[in-house]
């Protein structure tokens, strides 16, 4: 018998050695497919998180701007005649402390503060403090700020806090007097998040904590500050220091800890300096794929008993039924996202989820897909502000993965339709160049938010952009005619004898003048041409790429509109108009310019048009 066995050895030892083998090379294959896909769902479901967080930061710090620029405007909007700290004391009595009872009692936003700086960002007074020092502020934005003055919102540290700002600038007289600040905490985030059953840490870098000398919160963990008010303890007594330095240093936005996904969301300043980071922390055995992957190790287990029995054959066609399998279960899932869920080499689409084809609905598969297209990246809108299929000499997604921190959008246009997605991109696969992206819609979002920008800059009676838009465009136009040696010109107009008018018509009449004037002017412009309403019955209109003569040829004719249009009840009404070009001088000398032909055109008659430049002939 052992010598009939020995005739055999080649195939016996065939058997003893391929057996092991081949289970050794599907098992390991098996566990390759099911890492991948596992770290698919979780990047997913983080990105899900991730992407919740940030409409809620965003959504606050909208409230909080628009706050802060309401607030702003009637400061500057008090006597011009008061000195700037007595407009300040009469403010805070009079108004701030009664906004700010009346938002905590009506409001989501509790605990707000206010801050007046001056322009040199000197503090004047803080609602938080019975007295006020002048002392210089710790926050990086002041530094730009005061060179470049501007609405800004932005996630910052100082003294007090790790919070969310909003600071509009104060201006007596179109001149820069001062800073006005609201600062709105995370707690009303956190309580969102806790109603969806998720545990977060808002935590300060190390070297901010130190900064940190008056804390709002009192709460600190291994020397790191928590901005939260009333933070997870059982949660904090598991954190080690080393835990928090390991976020912090960390590129990936999610990580696994203590049978958690934690997902880790940066809190960046207006310079692009990292303050602190927002972690968010959801049960594994919340996530559906943890039963998943329990009932698919029982299945393996099952599975193997048979491929024991079974010859090299089975056991191969049960591997290959273990590992699709999988596949189907975890596709199942990735299906169930929202989110489009993409698998690419940047260049070149490898697979998609449902969500995918919700959007290109005259495509069922992939192939059909790529008949037309061979990436998505082949539909994004060459748009500044978005990402672009080639970011210099690095693809999207290579372009992705090497800035990690930071958030990009991508402007997808299909056959008639733009959608706006926020883009994440982790890489899954080196050797083959394969990363997963996370595509989530914030189309109505983006343009819910444009839409509140827009009303905050513009004249509520006329439609055209206001003051505080002119002041921001101006700087920009400038800065393009330098950098592309492009002519600019600016016509400043008023009405002639406009008080006369609200004087025997009255102010409704006066306002349906103004009405009627700025619907004639918009009608007339260039589709560039940027018409504002900075005064009362001001106007002025930024030409660009207009020099003198054609820019006084524009206000020309729109002299000779007004002066032709049947205004309601009035009858007639003429606009006298003065011109300057930009020749590099600054945005507050260029308008000085057409100030001064505007005031030459009215003492020389009116209805008129008079360039500063033929006045210095």
Partial sequence: ????????????????????????????????????????????????????????????????????????????N?????????????????????????LNQHTAYKNLQFEITDKKGAVLYRSWLSSNHTQASLQPEFSYLTKHPKHLTSVSSGRSDLSIKAISPIYNEKKLIGFFEVISHFNSIQKDLEQEGLSSLVVATSERSGLISQPFSQNRLHGY????????????????????????????????????????????????????????????????????????????????????LSVVVVLFVALLLVVNNQKRYYRAIINEENEVVLITDGQKLKDANKAFFSYFKDHSSLDSFQEEYECICNLFVNEEGFLQEKMGELTWVEYLLSHPESEYKAKVRYQLQEWIFNVKANCIDKSQGLSVVV???????????????????KDELTGAWNRRSFNENIKKEIETAKRYRSNLSLILFDIDLFKQVNDTYGHDIGDLVLQTLAKQIQAHLRQGDLFYRVGGEEFTILLTHQNTTQAEKAAEKLRGVIEETDFPKVGKVTISLGVSEFKGQSETELYKQADSALYKAKKTGRNCVRSFALDLV
């Fill in 225 to 308: 500050y928590l901005a939260n008010f009333e933070p997870d303890q059982n949660l904090l007594s598991k954190i080690g220091k080393k835990d928090l330095q390991n976020w912090f240093s960390q590129k990936d936005h999610i990580a696994i800890w203590n049978d958690q996904l934690v997902v880790r969301y940066p809190l960046m300043s207006v310079d692009q300096q990292l303050h602190g980071v927002f972690l968010v922390f959801k049960p594994l055995d919340k996530i559906n794929v943890v039963g998943i992957l329990h009932q698919l190790d029982d299945e393996s287990h099952a599975i193997e008993a048979l491929r024991n």
């Fill in 1 to 76: 018998m052992f010598k009939r066995l020995l005739r055999y050895k080649s195939s016996l030892l065939t058997v003893f050695i391929g057996l092991p083998l081949i289970y050794a090379l599907f098992f390991q294959y098996s566990q390759s497919v099911n890492k991948e896909y596992e770290d698919v769902l979780y990047q997913s479901i983080g990105q899900k998180i991730s992407n919740q967080l940030r409409k809620k930061i965003e959504d606050k710090q909208q409230a909080t701007l628009i706050l802060s620029m309401s607030l702003a405007t009637q400061i500057s």
């Fill in 439 to 457: 595509m989530n819609d914030i189309t109505k979002s983006e343009y819910l938010q444009a839409q509140l920008v827009e009303r905050a800059l």
């Fill in 78 to 102: 008090l006597g011009p005649d008061l000195p700037f700290k007595e407009k300040i004391s009469r403010f805070s009595l009079e108004e701030l402390q009664p906004i700010l009872n009346d």
